[in-house]
């Protein structure tokens, strides 16, 4: 069985290790993961997809939902089998029996993050230069390390800071879709109901926007890397996952509906604030509101990403494959305080390194692709071998992980 009880690293004789805290119950879990998903990429996506596929913009949200889908089901059976902080690496390196590649996993996924994260603080500076005449660099640097202290503190109050910005976020969408409705509820709601006939033509575009709103949709696997901060994570991270893509997808799928009705496809297209321009069309929403929000869904990415990646670095201590000093938890506020010091440190030299990134998204995307692709192969291969799941654990069919092992592959080499 892939569940394994090792003791820390840094425990000492006789002296138990501090652990980490179970705090996370389901909703706290699906407000990190609807911050982990839905952040300040869908303020601006939503006019990218609709100067791709238009009318059938919907229809790439949906196939989108089913990219991610697929591999979220082998996340939420190995969480289960397997829940530790270190996620997608611990799955990969027991799944293949393979350490060395779980490693690796690990640190490319922590750094992708951080690479987010840096670009992130950089483009939430910009938006405080307008208000505070510091500059840029001294401002992301200094949001980076506010945001460093508020993980330290504790998960709970990370989660409940990402979860009040994540309120925000979704508040604003809500606010579009309330005002959108009242303002055109026959017209928003039948183009998803009764979209015009499809062309090959119009197919061929809406798998094109497909690779952008499969981005929207990950961030679960974040979620998993707070495993151990969870109580009963084999049923409650599952649930977390699942209700987390729905509730996105959801709101997505509105959000759209309003927009292409609202403002001409082109428009949307050609727009870099799409919904500050759908919110000039409608009454009662103020674009600068919805600006502003955009702009604080930034610092919350920053955040979830901090808190993810000092967990993979925890994690993969615990395991024994990097110092022991990260798998140290501070006693009083039991988080990996050197796990989230290695992890500020990085996003600082990377901000300073890099002030512009450029080609991140692609970077970034590319990474959490081949990641999803060999956590579905981990899975199978554990499925091949009959090591059964521990009782109440998510058991996901192997046709359906096969599929999103397919998927992965398809959308890696197509973008």
Request: net charge positive.
């Amino acid at each position: 069985m892939l569940v394994t009880r090792k003791p820390s690293p840094t425990a000492s004789a006789g002296r138990p290790a501090t652990r980490l805290k179970r705090t996370l119950g389901l909703p706290l879990l699906i407000l990190y993961g609807l911050g982990t998903t839905i952040g300040a990429g869908i303020y601006v996506l939503v006019g990218k997809v609709a100067g791709i596929a238009g009318s059938y913009g919907h229809y790439a949200f949906l196939l989108g939902l089913l990219a991610a889908l697929l591999p979220a089901l082998a996340y939420a059976e190995f969480v289960g089998r397997a829940p530790h902080a270190a996620g997608s690496a611990r799955y990969v390196s027991e799944g293949f029996r393979a350490p060395w590649l779980g490693v690796l996993v690990g640190l490319a996924v922590a750094l992708a993050g951080l690479l987010s994260a840096a670009a992130l603080s950089l483009g939430a500076a910009g938006y405080l230069t307008r208000w505070l005449s510091i500059p840029e660099l001294m401002l992301a640097l200094s949001l980076a390390t506010v945001l460093a202290l508020v993980a330290v503190v504790g998960i709970r109050e990370s989660v409940l800071a990402a979860g009040v910005i994540t309120a925000l976020e979704v508040g604003g969408l809500l606010l579009v879709i309330f005002a959108g409705l009242a303002h055109e509820p026959v017209e928003a709601l039948s183009s998803l109901a009764h979209p015009p006939p499809m062309t090959m033509a119009d197919a061929a575009r809406v798998f094109g926007a497909t690779l952008l709103t499969f981005f929207a949709f990950i961030g679960f696997e974040d979620m998993v890397t707070v495993a151990e901060e969870t109580k009963r994570p084999e049923r409650t991270l599952a649930r977390a996952i699942f209700l987390t893509l729905f509730i996105t997808a959801v709101i997505y799928l509105l959000v759209y509906a309003v927009a292409t009705t609202t403002v001409s496809h082109a428009e949307l297209g050609r727009s870099k604030e799409p919904l500050a321009l759908v919110a000039e069309r409608l009454p009662g929403v103020p674009a600068d509101m919805i600006a502003a929000i955009a702009s604080i869904a930034v610092v919350n990415g920053v955040l979830v990403q901090i808190v993810m990646a000092s967990r993979i670095f925890y994690g993969l201590a615990r395991m024994g494959r990097l110092p022991a000093a990260l798998g140290w938890v501070h006693p009083r506020f039991r988080t990996p305080l050197n796990a989230v010091l290695l992890a500020w440190l990085i996003m600082m030299g990377l901000a300073l390194a890099f002030p512009v990134v450029e080609g991140l998204a692609g970077m970034t995307a590319r990474i959490v692709l081949l990641v999803y692709a060999l956590v579905c192969a981990a899975l199978l291969a554990v499925k091949w071998r009959g090591e059964p799941p521990p009782e109440g654990t998510f058991r996901a069919p192997a046709p359906l992980v096969a599929a999103g092992l397919v998927i992965c592959l398809v959308l890696l080499f197509t973008a």
